[in-house]
């Protein structure tokens, strides 16, 4: 059974998150030949307070 952990900054609507569950289910479910209803896909929000690029936090831009 494929577990995919996708990791977002807060903010994403409930549409936004549900069509990224079906199409990486289905991506998933295409590359690795396992029944799509044996994908799972787990979506972790963060902070923009607890994330950082080239040295800044991205809340502080």
Known sequence: MPIV????LE???DDQ???LVEKVTAAVSE??????EKVAVIIEE???NH???A??????S
């Not at 952990?5 to 977002?8: I, N, P, R």
């Not at 040295?55 to 502080?60: A, P």
Request: glycine share 10%.
């Open 55 to 60: 040295g800044k936090r991205v809340s502080d």
């Open 51 to 53: 994330y950082g690029v």
């Open 46 to 48: 963060m902070s923009p």
């Open 5 to 8: 952990t996708v990791k977002l």
């Open 11 to 13: 903010g994403r609507s």
């Open 31 to 36: 590359t690795t030949n396992a029944p799509a």
């Open 17 to 19: 998150k549900r069509a």
